[in-house]
């Protein structure tokens, strides 16, 4: 198994252009998080998907942030228009929807965003 | 949001050494979870010990929860170079299902 996949790894950009995260879970599961780690803040969850359904947005910081996942193998993380301030690694990760007694959860290699 | 705090934030030891890291909720759980997280990569899950356990095993890591004092703590025996990582705790909320809350961290350095 390829594990999770992240694209791109890096990306630099300036002040207000669009940026778009990629990320393919693992085949056969279909629970999905979006994270995003910074020093200050540590890592926060932005927003889940159980089967291909937003459950809980609430950690989305702003309007600027939306998440889409047309199908079980795919999601995407958009920023517009970005800011410097978004600067992270943004962290996909993917798990079984089990019952919710196991929930281990498998982290992408992360996308490392700056904007200038 | 409800969240793990670890203790410490930073550890140093030397090889061989056994470390012990600390974590600390708020709510009630259902289970909780340790995460190693090496630099400049993405998180990797080492342990989930649930809400009715009180000790789980697993090679060098030994992981004890309290529930009364809504802590757990992970031990290291034998600590390698290797193991020097970022280790995080998270929570699953009983409510919530699937949802990991993540603490801070405790960044652990073992030299050689």
């Known amino acids: 198994d390829a594990g999770v996949i992240q694209s791109p790894r890096h990306e630099v950009t300036e002040m207000g252009q669009e940026v778009t995260l990629r990320c393919k879970p693992i085949s056969g599961h279909n629970s999905l998080f979006w994270y995003r780690q910074t020093m200050m803040r540590g890592l926060e969850l932005l927003i889940y998907?159980?089967?291909?359904?937003?459950?809980?947005d609430s950690g989305m910081p702003e309007d600027r942030f939306s998440a889409k996942m047309p199908n079980a193998s795919f999601s995407t993380l958009k920023i517009q228009p970005s800011e410097p301030r978004d600067s992270a690694v943004y962290f996909c990760?993917?798990?079984?929807?089990?019952?919710?007694?196991?929930?281990?959860?498998?982290f992408g290699p992360g996308t490392r965003l700056t904007v200038l | 949001s409800q969240q793990g705090e670890e203790d410490p934030q930073a550890l140093s030891i030397q090889e061989g050494e056994n470390a012990t890291m600390n974590c600390s909720y708020k709510?009630?759980?259902?289970?909780l979870q340790w995460y190693r997280q090496n630099s400049g990569r993405g998180l990797v899950h080492l342990i989930l010990i649930r809400s009715n356990e009180r000790e789980k095993h697993s090679g060098r890591l030994r992981v004890t929860l309290d529930t009364s004092k809504k802590s757990s703590s992970l031990l290291i025996t034998a600590s390698r170079a290797a193991d020097t990582a970022s280790y995080f705790c998270a929570t699953v909320l009983n409510q919530a299902g699937t949802a990991l809350i993540f603490g801070k961290g405790t960044t652990l350095s073992v030299s050689s």
């Open positions: 998907f159980n089967n291909n359904v937003p459950i809980d």
């Open positions: 990760a993917s798990s079984r929807l089990a019952p919710s007694s196991y929930n281990e959860q498998f």
């Open positions: 709510t009630s759980i259902n289970n």
